[in-house]
């Protein structure tokens, strides 16, 4: 693992962790107003399920994902700080258009190309932290960056509730929109902190030596296949709860505005103690153990995992309904510090960025995009079928498929400790 430059512990170092976690809030806001927006929308536009599953599903995601791996190759080439801005404005502008939406196919069109310009952030950010943190601290930048998850989506929510009945949800995306492309603006004057001479004058590795260099990698280390399946397992019921606004209204009996409140206040504030838990925990549990990081996440899901299936069939006023919102906002928060940091220990780091965007776009075609899209027919089909509560028992099947990460990450940190054995051999 390349050290950073300046150890890690400069105040341009957090400095540049901070304005890359307010990005992907902005990011996470964007990404989530469909789903924050749902009982708004879904009505507003005539949608079904089934359409409104492949809206946050397949048709952002494939074109994000796919995009992703190509910026992350690009990110390793080219100017970081510009190639974030110029995205930004990009997706920004996009946000504002979609405010215009008639119906399914003109919502459609500007997601696929807001799925293209988001993809560039987070393979980029990665690489970014990657030269300015130690191996020891990077568990813990990688959980702070990630905070952005669960406060854009609390931020989202909360638009939601509090502006939605108050200006419509088409304003809230020209608002949000708007306050994009300025960030982006200030985005641009940042400089590039490429580590150990690859500054803007230094020689840029070739575009044909960085694929050679990612396929080795990949396919040189079970470690690392068997931690990207863990995550895309997880993604399933992520992609799943694409739905649980429409869950809470329609089977749990919410009012839309107040739901929406009160799950971007969880949200934000539980998810972002599960980010600081997972990036510090897990830095802590490899140094005090010396076992892999993903042991620490077999542990976590285990002890999470009865909560989280229990809240989908419990009523309204149950105690563990309300502690598995609580629950569930956490473990995404916790899950990305020590998988995107053991991702990052498992590979070389001159293709950082191209193999976290390999991740995330196995994360978001595969997890995402099948857990979204197979719920929004799932649910389809339940209704049909006239089965009560065709939510609940969607999101538990999506939980149980889930839970298969368990093994995933057991397997992985076998490997590791096989890898560790036959190095010191």
Same mark, same amino acid.
């Given at each position: 693992?390349?050290?950073?430059?300046?150890?890690?512990?400069?105040?341009?170092?957090?400095?540049?962790?901070?304005?890359?976690?307010?990005?992907?809030?902005? @990011?996470?806001?964007?990404?989530?107003?469909?789903?924050?927006?749902?009982?708004?929308?879904?009505?507003?536009?005539?949608?079904?399920?089934?359409?409104?599953?492949?809206?946050?599903?397949?048709?952002?995601?494939?074109?994000?994902?796919?995009?992703?791996?190509?910026?992350?190759?690009?990110?390793?080439?080219?100017?970081?700080?510009?190639?974030?801005?110029?995205?930004?404005?990009?997706?920004?502008?996009?946000?504002?258009?979609?405010?215009?939406?008639?119906?399914?196919?003109?919502?459609?069109?500007?997601?696929?190309?807001?799925?293209?310009?988001?993809?560039?952030?987070?393979?980029?950010?990665?690489?970014?932290?990657?030269?300015?943190?130690?191996?020891?601290?990077?568990?813990?930048?990688?959980?702070?960056?990630?905070?952005?998850?669960?406060?854009?989506?609390?931020?989202?929510?909360?638009?939601?509730?509090?502006?939605?009945?108050?200006?419509?949800?088409? @304003?809230?995306?020209?608002?949000?929109?708007?306050?994009?492309?300025?960030?982006?603006?200030?985005?641009?004057?940042?400089?590039?902190?490429?580590?150990?001479?690859?500054?803007?004058?230094?020689?840029?590795?070739?575009?044909?030596?960085?694929?050679?260099?990612?396929?080795?990698?990949?396919?040189?280390?079970?470690?690392?296949?068997?931690?990207?399946?863990?995550?895309?397992?997880?993604?399933?019921?992520?992609?799943?709860?694409?739905?649980?606004?429409?869950?809470?209204?329609?089977?749990?009996?919410?009012?839309?505005?107040?739901?929406? /409140? /009160?799950?971007?206040?969880?949200?934000?504030?539980?998810?972002?103690?599960?980010?600081?838990?997972?990036?510090?925990?897990?830095?802590?549990?490899?140094?005090?153990?010396?076992?892999?990081?993903?042991?620490?996440?077999?542990?976590?899901?285990?002890?999470?995992?009865?909560?989280?299936?229990?809240?989908?069939?419990?009523?309204?006023?149950?105690?563990?309904?309300?502690?598995?919102?609580?629950?569930?906002?956490?473990?995404?928060?916790?899950?990305?510090?020590?998988?995107?940091?053991?991702?990052?220990?498992?590979?070389?780091?001159?293709?950082?960025?191209?193999?976290?965007?390999?991740?995330?776009?196995?994360?978001?075609?595969?997890?995402?995009?099948?857990?979204?899209?197979?719920?929004?027919?799932?649910?389809?089909?339940?209704?049909?079928?006239?089965?009560?509560?065709?939510?609940?028992?969607?999101?538990?099947?999506?939980?149980?498929?889930?839970?298969?990460?368990?093994?995933?990450?057991?397997?992985?940190?076998?490997?590791?400790?096989?890898?560790?054995?036959?190095?010191?051999?």
């Amino acid at each position: 693992m390349t050290q950073p430059r300046d150890g890690g512990g400069t105040e341009a170092g957090y400095g540049l962790l901070v304005l890359l976690t307010l990005m992907n809030v902005l @990011n996470f806001v964007d990404r989530q107003l469909l789903a924050s927006f749902a009982n708004y929308i879904v009505p507003d536009l005539g949608l079904t399920n089934t359409e409104f599953g492949l809206l946050t599903g397949l048709v952002f995601i494939v074109f994000y994902a796919v995009a992703g791996l190509f910026m992350g190759g690009l990110a390793d080439l080219v100017h970081r700080p510009r190639l974030i801005a110029t995205a930004m404005l990009a997706w920004s502008a996009l946000t504002a258009a979609s405010g215009l939406a008639r119906n399914f196919v003109t919502l459609a069109i500007p997601r696929v190309f807001i799925g293209v310009g988001e993809s560039a952030l987070t393979p980029t950010a990665m690489s970014l932290l990657a030269d300015r943190f130690p191996p020891a601290k990077l568990g813990f930048a990688t959980g702070f960056y990630y905070m952005g998850v669960p406060i854009g989506v609390g931020v989202s929510l909360l638009v939601a509730g509090v502006l939605g009945e108050a200006i419509g949800w088409r @304003n809230c995306f020209f608002l949000l929109g708007g306050l994009g492309v300025v960030f982006s603006l200030v985005v641009f004057q940042v400089k590039e902190t490429r580590a150990h001479g690859r500054g803007a004058h230094a020689e840029r590795p070739k575009l044909g030596e960085l694929i050679k260099v990612f396929i080795g990698a990949v396919r040189g280390s079970a470690a690392l296949q068997l931690t990207i399946l863990g995550g895309v397992v997880v993604h399933f019921i992520l992609g799943a709860a694409s739905f649980d606004q429409l869950w809470l209204v329609r089977e749990r009996g919410f009012e839309r505005s107040d739901i929406a /409140i /009160i799950s971007g206040a969880i949200a934000t504030f539980s998810g972002v103690a599960g980010n600081l838990f997972g990036g510090v925990a897990s830095d802590r549990w490899v140094a005090a153990t010396g076992r892999s990081r993903a042991m620490f996440m077999v542990l976590l899901l285990l002890a999470l995992l009865p909560v989280n299936l229990a809240y989908r069939l419990a009523p309204a006023d149950s105690v563990f309904f309300w502690v598995g919102i609580v629950v569930a906002y956490f473990q995404l928060g916790a899950f990305y510090g020590p998988t995107f940091s053991a991702v990052q220990e498992l590979c070389p780091p001159q293709v950082r960025s191209t193999v976290v965007a390999f991740y995330i776009m196995a994360l978001n075609v595969v997890g995402l995009g099948l857990g979204v899209t197979g719920s929004g027919i799932l649910v389809d089909r339940l209704i049909a079928a006239e089965v009560t509560h065709p939510y609940s028992w969607t999101l538990f099947a999506f939980t149980c498929l889930s839970a298969l990460a368990i093994p995933c990450y057991f397997l992985a940190a076998r490997a590791v400790g096989r890898a560790r054995a036959l190095a010191a051999a």
